[in-house]
């Protein structure tokens, strides 16, 4: 009882939390900066954390550890087990970036230089960060003529670029990874230190990127989650991402009494998904169980000879079992079901649920999952 207590208040806070002013997410951030979105969603993923002050500091460099870090979580991969074993000079088994560095060099994003150093508290250069990034990737071979034609149409600082950056660059290009900070539009400046807000923007786009084309070690450690469940027909799998289409059917389980009598626009329902929600292939999109929350948005009184009840419902929240919450509006229509020949003919039917009851709800919107963990995307 006393868990499904903190549950209620953890939904209840949750839903006060996503209507509260953006700007409230870290007090030297607001919506205006130019890459808001992206380090808001990393931040709630756990991949980025701000400062104890609440700041988040977007123009700190960041270190080469740091990074190594970030990007194995950004990867969903920093509990994976490897048994790499890394040959640094500089790094060793007492280091605290020691395991993220070595699941690193397992899943091809740096190598083990072995004998040469780290160096692990070096500021990161946007050439190493672009290239760690598209090394999480499945990419197109192409040859250097072209890679040097791409980049020279790219960036005006194209003869600056080292060597061995080449190849990265210019897929980095083709696969839209670029970063574009304001105030330095087509340079790719690969030595300068990439900052904490040109980091998280660099995240996002490679973690959209490798839902689709991770590369062979990366493709193998993200497997799909699959379950048995409710079957929704219409979902797109691309890659690890599943999206249900708007106007998809979703059963839920009420767990409050509404009714055309008894309810009032704005009364607050509760209910759970019955079943996991699966698509044809049986990958697992939302788990049974997640909790759901919304509001009464309509009520027609039954009325002897003159009409009939009926509810209109609008779910507004979904919350996961990993106790992530997300906006997730549908709406569902309850009308009489029974009542026989002469009471559709004389009208005065009422509706009235019970705890437990399956109600079908058509979603306003696309959801957007990854498929490998559960996550969802807004």
């Known amino acids: 009882m006393f868990k499904n207590l903190l549950k209620s208040i953890f939904v209840?806070?949750?839903?006060?939390?996503?209507?509260?002013?953006?700007?409230?997410?870290?007090?030297?951030?607001?919506?205006?900066?130019?890459?808001?979105?992206?380090?808001?969603?990393?931040?709630?993923?756990?991949?980025?954390?701000g400062y104890p002050d609440g700041t988040y500091k977007p123009d700190i460099p960041v270190s080469r550890a740091e990074f190594a870090s970030m990007v194995i979580k950004s990867l969903g991969q920093e509990n994976a087990n490897v048994s790499q074993e890394i040959h640094f000079s500089d790094i060793q088994p007492d280091f605290w970036g020691y395991r993220i560095i070595q699941k690193a060099v397992y899943f091809?994003?740096?190598?083990?230089?072995?004998?040469?150093?780290?160096?692990?508290?070096d500021p990161l250069t946007r050439a190493e960060a672009i290239s760690i990034a598209v090394n999480a990737l499945t990419t197109s071979q192409i040859s250097e003529q072209r890679a040097q034609s791409i980049i020279s149409k790219s960036y005006e600082d194209y003869t600056q670029?080292?060597?061995?950056?080449?190849?990265?660059?210019?897929?980095?290009q083709l696969l839209d990874?670029?970063?574009?900070?304001?105030?330095?539009?087509?340079?790719?400046?690969?030595?300068?230190?990439?900052?904490?807000?040109?980091v998280a923007a660099l995240l996002y786009k490679m973690m959209q990127e490798?839902?689709?084309?991770?590369?062979?070690?990366?493709?193998?450690?993200?497997?799909k989650r699959t379950a048995d469940g409710y079957v929704l027909d219409n979902v797109r799998v691309q890659g690890s991402i599943g999206v249900i289409p708007a106007g998809a059917i979703m059963p839920i389980k009420l767990e409050s009494v509404v009714g055309s009598q008894i309810s009032n626009v704005t009364d607050i329902y509760t209910a759970?998904?019955?079943?996991?929600?699966?698509?044809?292939?049986?990958?697992?999109?939302?788990?049974?169980?997640?909790?759901?929350?919304?509001?009464?948005?309509?009520?027609?009184?039954?009325?002897?000879?003159?009409?009939?009840g009926?509810?209109?419902?609008?779910?507004?929240?979904?919350?996961?079992?990993?106790?992530?919450?997300?906006?997730?509006?549908?709406?569902?229509?309850?009308?009489?079901?029974?009542?026989?020949?002469?009471r559709r003919l004389f009208k005065g039917s009422k509706v009235l649920t019970t705890p437990g009851q399956i109600v079908n709800i058509r979603l306003l919107g696309p959801l957007k999952i990854d498929l490998t963990n559960g996550y969802i995307y807004e």
């Not at 994003?109 to 780290?118: C, H, M, R, S, T």
């Not at 689709?212 to 070690?217: D, E, R, S």
């Not at 039954?302 to 009939?308: A, D, E, P, V, Y």
């Not at 997300?326 to 020949?341: N, Q, S």
Request: aromatic share 10%.
């Open 177 to 198: 990874l670029d970063v574009i900070t304001p105030g330095h539009e087509g340079k790719m400046e690969p030595n300068r230190p990439m900052n904490r807000a040109e």
């Open 161 to 172: 670029l080292p060597a061995w950056f080449l190849m990265a660059a210019a897929k980095s």
């Open 108 to 121: 091809d994003l740096i190598p083990d230089a072995k004998g040469e150093q780290f160096r692990p508290y």
């Open 310 to 342: 009926e509810v209109i419902i609008k779910n507004e929240l979904l919350v996961t079992p990993n106790d992530q919450a997300v906006m997730l509006y549908g709406v569902a229509t309850l009308d009489p079901k029974e009542g026989g020949f002469w």
């Open 210 to 223: 490798a839902k689709l084309n991770p590369n062979a070690k990366l493709a193998e450690s993200m497997q």
């Open 12 to 49: 209840f806070c949750a839903l006060f939390l996503m209507n509260s002013p953006a700007n409230a997410f870290y007090t030297d951030m607001d919506e205006s900066h130019w890459c808001y979105q992206s380090i808001k969603f990393l931040t709630e993923i756990g991949v980025l954390v």
């Open 272 to 308: 759970k998904v019955p079943n996991n929600i699966v698509t044809r292939e049986k990958y697992l999109l939302v788990s049974e169980g997640s909790d759901l929350k919304g509001q009464v948005k309509y009520v027609q009184r039954g009325k002897l000879f003159k009409q009939n």
